[in-house]
């Protein structure tokens, strides 16, 4: 039964052994998400070059949309107008909106940040706008999205202390502001389904002021909490390192979001440490550069050993008419077509391949995070993790 109470009811099912890793699940008004979860990037309520109907066979249950693309273009009023998102775009699963700060953030030229908000130009035109922690609620609300986050300010990972404290500050702010707007909806049935909203813990690489921060989100009480202002310049293990020693400062009840980070690695690293959900945008970026995801399987017996990368471009696959990228791959580019003839199409500029490409690693990320959720059920996750990321 879909919810119609304005609480999102989290059901942890299982910690792997000799692990953080948790299975789970939770409900929104478009189904049942089990996480730990992948979620591609459909910035303007697209997955590049993919159709919703390609996402759902994937088993692509949630995506996401950014509400600062969307608020220049279409304008969610527009969306709003249409019956948000799901109806807009034809999507029936569930979509996450992140509040569009990272990518107001990074308008340095244009940016003028204020403890009431911030003040930049679009990237398009040059327009003027302003974005307050309640005007991006209401935005999202207006989106429709099943999960709204927060309005943080996300300064670099490795910025001095005292920044990152002002920022932390500022995002806790923002963040009770956030809270009142939403419960004023009420609770963001905009659209006549609940909408779900989440903190942002911020603090860079120290943890003293991540610890802080997630206790304050904490009083202020959110549906779940995401880690944010990570990937954005620190080394991988201090990533790892900050994000399970947020996570564990998290409530075990509450879904987990590591914001941005998508190496297949990455995801693994820091399910291993906690995180229940994931979006980035490399997958389809990626394989719009010709890299695309498969497993080796060349040493015996040592099936799903290593995750390598291929590169389609490459001459090698010229005349390789009997393999696919991936042969443990069930999706419909490898089920159908050779390396040789996806060189081809990427060579020609053909934009099949690009297609091909991007729901082949849409597919990858997918099943790797369906099977380390099978191994978390089994008890076996730890090893088989460290037998991926030390090949």
Partial sequence: MLPTEATLAFELIATA???????AKFTTAHGEIQTPVFMPVGTQASVKSLSPHELIDADARIILANTYHLHLRPTSEIIREAGGLHKFENYDGSILTDSGGFQVFSLKDSLKITDEGVHFQSHIDGSKHFFTPKSVIETQHALGADIIM???????????????????ERTLNWARICKETHEEAPRGFCHGYPQYLFGIVQGGINESLRSYCAKELINIGFDGYAVGGLAVGESSLDMYSVAGFTAAQLPPDKPRYLMGVGKPIDILECIDRGIDMFDCVLPTRNARNGSVYSWDTSAAGAARAAIVTVNIRNSQHRRDFDTPIDPTCGCYCCRNFSRAYLRHLYIAGEILALRLLSLHNIHFYMNLVKTARQKILDNSFAEWKKGIVNS
């Fill in 17 to 23: 052994k000799n692990s953080a890793a948790r299975a």
């Fill in 150 to 168: 927060q309005f943080d300010e996300c300064p670099p990972s490795t910025a001095e202390d005292a920044a990152i404290k002002k920022a932390v």
